[in-house]
């Protein structure tokens, strides 16, 4: 313990600045250690050129990885998390459009309908039946499902 208080200050934050670094190379987040390791880093060159009180480090080092966590966060939202609801644009383009069944869907199971020419799984709504060659329009989706209306015409598949 005595060794403890031999050492500089300055090396002890710049040790817990690179232990923060590997955690958060290590451990996949939300930046929470690198902004630990940012203050402490900080921290540590302030001891270097100001040697504030040890309270003054404390506080410092809370401070500064408060602003830089936010600050990150506030990055990473914008760039990180833009793609939220990658399918919705997309997806909300299939309401209203026909589309033909490809595989029965039966009462209580999906079947495939092709819009476009993409095949998509689909339900029927109030489950209903729908044979191989039925129009159906997209009235809703459901994760990746669509739910379809058949509209009584049938087509050559």
């Known amino acids: 313990m005595f060794y403890l208080f031999l050492i500089d200050v300055s090396y002890i934050w710049f040790l817990v600045g690179f232990l923060c670094i590997v ?28 040697d504030p009180s040890i309270t003054v480090q404390i506080i ?12 990150l966060k506030k990055y990473t939202e914008k760039s990180l ?18 589309a033909i069944v490809i595989t029965e869907i039966k009462k209580g199971f999906s079947g495939q309908v092709r819009i476009n020419n993409e095949i998509w799984m689909a339900y029927a709504v109030d489950n209903q039946e729908c044979e191989i060659g039925t129009k159906v329009r997209i009235n809703a989706t459901s994760g990746v499902h669509v739910i379809v209306q058949p509209l009584g015409e049938k087509n050559d598949y």
């Open 81 to 98: 998390y833009v793609q939220k609801d990658h399918y919705a644009p997309h997806v909300s383009k299939l309401l209203g459009k026909e």
């Open 23 to 50: 955690i958060e190379l290590t451990v996949p987040g939300l930046f929470y250690f690198l902004s630990g390791s940012i203050a402490a880093l900080i921290v540590g060159l302030s001891v270097i050129f100001f």
């Open 60 to 71: 410092l080092f809370c401070i500064i990885s408060i602003i830089n966590f936010l600050l």
